[in-house]
DNA sequence: GGTCCGCATGTTAGCGGTAACACTCCCCCT
DNA sequence: AGGGGGAGTGTTACCGCTAACATGCGGACC
């Protein structure tokens, strides 16, 4: 049955033949040449899409591949011509549905460009771990690294494991050192908050995203510039952590308060708390009291009341990421750009006129 | 200033040094041998933990290694010796809370092993697609792959592109192929079922996930089974796509007949449109219809009212997944494993008590 | 006191590709 | 007719690392 093995029995002990690096000990380019009857450069061409092979050449070439299933390998391709048409990414709080959104966007551009992501999905926002995660993609052969950097620290870290291979970073400005994407944060905060005020209302609370987070410093920027240009009392904003248990709690005490007319929150899933607690309170929305969230999730339209929102493409923000890191692969870089993905107040029912003190008639 | 270039004027037309691999033209292993006084050999024994190494020589090539900021290229390792240290995954609709969750408890468990991930999401089930997201990921040298397959078809597609190399399915089991790991749907389903119907509820209505989804048909299974066993009449389940939006829809349906008294919903998205539709046609929750979803989204404590659904462990099953994939790649593998996670029921405020003919009394 | 053995380390030959260069043809121009 | 040149292909030398084998050395053993 068994083929014999070529020089099975040829003088003294052979070298034993090493493990193949194919997956499931498929065909290399050897083989290919070798069935088409040419050189394995020639193989490399057709591989390559190297226009100067002679299209019959090309088609025995390609019908050798089919016929022996050879599927590059691409640790040998990367170790000669050192791109690996992979992309690593450093995510934080990769269940949150913004960043998976993100991600996901991300994910499907590199698919379409022919790369494959690397992910590493970092917790805690320490140098440390940045700098582990930047040499590890880096290691592994990363053309380039699209960091969600959230938070200033990561933001910073970032700065600190510098390196050659070309960057975007989401969030997070480093004195146009990288390319940046990010929502329009600041100017969605300012929409909400005028919105707010052009309904009547005296002044806009606002419970925002932890301390540290750029998205949420810039909203309460956003925010608190709005009020400033209107000439309203800005009340210290209450900090969550981004989930609807911390919009539970600060919404309690909010709702304690007759004067809170009127609240941005700088994510949905905070709302979603403070729309319990107001409820719970006895409040109703969004007759005596207004809520606008931020990020308009999937969900945010059937919540009671449908809740009003800015909206951001985060997918369009993962495509983005993806198109700038493609122009510093293979077109020429303009160092800085900061892309801007701009946001959209999307009215629904959680805000209402208020009049002469009390609240009423909803506006969206 | 410039070091002279070693061999830079022996005779004639000197071949182009060509670019190194390395990320940022740092150190390889051969100048860090120099460096420490040793043969690369014994640098690459330090890197890999070779017991046979002098504590003292260990050291120098560690001190070499930090001096010159030596990382080492994956690609080398890997072609050297097909090993990768990368884990392929297959995900779907990466943005929804379950994968996502999912997603990041295999990267974190990846993480710690000492493993990087890469992704591919795929939106498309068809089998196209699953055999080529396979190919890229095997053809990159992943040493394995964690498909998550919630559909069917999936399923099929995984077995269609078989391959050497060691695979860990999410939710689908192929006859014991590879080891598979899921929530245990049926039996969170027969749980939320079962509750009900001690609630009171003459029979519980159902709105399931799309037709050709595993978790959705066993969560079906589950709900079929628990009503035959209390002899309750089985009506149609209705069909949704997972999302809020459906849910809301299937819901109006069912808010307009007065025989639904209980709803199981096959996910929380779901149960956020219901809970509106419910809320919409004036129908109160729990005192009109009981409704229970599954999942336990974060939020899902704070929805109005708080919701009384069947939690999964996706960060657990993530884990999960990767022990699996760990024993085949390091240990002996069991075949055909399957890991089932424990769901569990958590009670809320979303249902009550069915007393003669009219609803009361809120249970959890 | 020589042999055997095991530890620590070095040497060699790849892993599977790609870049640079060399080499044929064959056509076109003068 | 001879030379220049480009298209198509082959040759060679790596990329950076690891597996297998080879070597040197000191101590245990008889």
């Given at each position: 049955m068994g083929e014999p093995e070529p020089e099975a029995e040829a003088g003294g002990p052979q070298r034993v033949r090493r493990r193949r690096a194919t997956a499931g000990g498929g065909a290399v380019m050897a083989d290919v040449a070798r069935r088409a009857g040419v050189s394995g450069q020639t193989v490399s061409r057709v591989l390559n899409d190297?226009?100067?092979?002679?299209p019959e050449t090309r088609e025995r070439v390609r019908a050798a591949m089919r016929e022996l299933g050879y599927r590059p390998t691409a640790s040998a391709r990367t170790l000669a011509?050192?791109?690996?048409?992979t992309l690593g990414v450093i995510s934080f709080d990769a269940a949150r549905f913004g960043p998976a959104a993100t991600l996901a966007g991300i994910n499907e551009a590199a698919q379409e460009a022919g790369y494959l992501v690397s992910t590493i999905a970092l917790t805690a926002a320490d140098q440390a771990a940045v700098r582990g995660a930047v040499d590890r993609l880096l290691g592994q052969g990363a053309d380039g690294i699209i960091a969600i950097a959230p938070q200033r620290s990561v933001g910073e870290a970032l700065v600190e494991a510098d390196h050659g291979r070309p960057m975007v970073t989401l969030d997070k400005s480093f004195g146009a050192r990288f390319p940046v994407v990010a929502g329009d944060s600041t100017s969605g905060a300012r929409q909400a908050t005028e919105h707010l005020l052009r309904l009547g209302h005296r002044t806009v609370r606002h419970i925002a995203g932890p301390v540290g987070w750029i998205a949420a410093e810039a909203r309460v920027d956003g925010w608190r510039a709005a009020l400033k240009d209107a000439g309203a009392e800005a009340y210290e904003p209450l900090f969550g952590d981004w989930s609807a248990d911390s919009g539970h709690d600060l919404g309690r005490r909010l709702a304690h308060?007759?004067?809170?007319?009127a609240v941005f929150v700088s994510n949905d899933q905070m709302a979603v708390g403070v729309l319990r607690a107001l409820h719970e309170a006895g409040?109703?929305?969004?007759?005596?009291v207004s809520v606008i969230g931020y990020d308009d999730i999937p969900e945010a339209a059937h919540l009671l009341p449908p809740l009003t929102t800015v909206r951001t493409d985060f997918t369009e923000i993962g495509r983005r990421c993806l198109s700038l890191m493609l122009d510093q692969l293979e077109r020429t870089p303009e160092p800085g750009v900061r892309v801007t993905i701009p946001t959209e107040l999307v009215l629904r029912k959680s805000c209402g006129h208020l009049l002469r003190g009390s609240a009423r008639q909803a506006q969206g």
């Open positions: 190297h226009p100067r092979v002679r011509s050192g791109r690996s048409r308060d007759p004067d809170a007319t409040r109703r929305v969004p007759e005596d």
